[in-house]
T-cell receptor, first 112, second 111 residues
Framework: SAVISQKPSRDICQRGTSLTIQCQVD?????MFWYRQQPGQSLTLIAT?????????ESGFVIDKFPISRPNLTFSTLTVSNMSPEDSSIYLC?????????FGSGTRLTVV | SQQGEEDPQALSIQEGENATMNCSYK?????LQWYRQNSGRGLVHLIL?????REKHSGRLRVTLDTSKKSSSLLITASRAADTASYFC???????????FGTGTLLAVQP
């Protein structure tokens, strides 16, 4: 299975600021996804990160709030923009590779 | 949006007992997977069952799939305190390979 390095593991941010989360994969993968897990809830898919083109967002998520970059097949970033306390969640990236699905260890974001 | 509904939402059992969790989903799937998450940490993949399979075993885990009812169950036999975690089902429904997660079951195994 692919191995993902996700950074940062946690952060506390001021409202109105932005945070960029990075995921680095140890192999080239076609499919990469970003999820949000609100406190006590399940995972909700934010978007599919497409290499060389704009991300595909799920209903309820927009590019202005969650811009995503995917410059190559091993790396992606998710930015949480203009944060409010409601954005406090765990954010996870995921890839599909030979051997199945792999998830990053998550970024625990607290907005104060 | 959430694809699957899981029940129960929470389950508390004694060590040694069996734990059964159920998952229902809404649309056609390629496969269904079960994951475990300890205290908000990373997800651990437990087992994958394909749409043409009805039952699968892995150690103390048994998963069933009924595509006619769009439901799956996860059975953990002879539970241990270390099994305490949240369990999620997730469906892969198409060419995009994106996983849609169920609402989850919080399992507490009392020693």
């Amino acid at each position: 299975s692919a191995v993902i390095s996700q950074k940062p593991s946690r952060d506390i941010c001021q409202r109105g600021t932005s945070l960029t989360i990075q995921c680095q994969v140890d192999s080239q993968v076609t499919m990469m996804f970003w999820y949000r897990q609100q406190p006590g809830q399940s995972l909700t898919l934010i978007a599919t990160a497409n290499q060389g083109s704009e991300a595909t967002y799920e209903s309820g998520f927009v590019i202005d709030k969650f811009p995503i970059s995917r410059p190559n097949l091993t790396f992606s970033t998710l930015t949480v923009s203009n944060m409010s306390p409601e954005d406090s969640s765990i954010y996870l990236c995921s890839v599909v590779a030979t051997g199945g699905y792999t998830f990053g260890s998550g970024t625990r974001l607290t907005v104060v | 949006s959430q694809q699957g509904e899981e029940d129960p939402q929470a389950l508390s059992i004694q060590e040694g007992e069996n734990a059964t969790m159920n998952c229902s989903y809404k649309t056609s799937i390629n496969n269904l997977q079960w994951y475990r998450q300890n205290s908000g940490r990373g997800l651990v993949h437990l087992i994958l069952i394909r749409s043409n399979e009805r039952e699968k075993h892995s150690g103390r885990l048994r998963v069933t799939l009924d595509t006619s009812k769009k439901s799956s169950s996860l059975l953990i036999t002879a539970s241990r305190a270390a099994d305490t975690a949240s369990y999620f089902c997730a469906t892969d429904g198409g060419a995009t390979n994106k996983l849609i997660f169920g609402t989850g079951t919080l399992l507490a195994v009392q020693p």
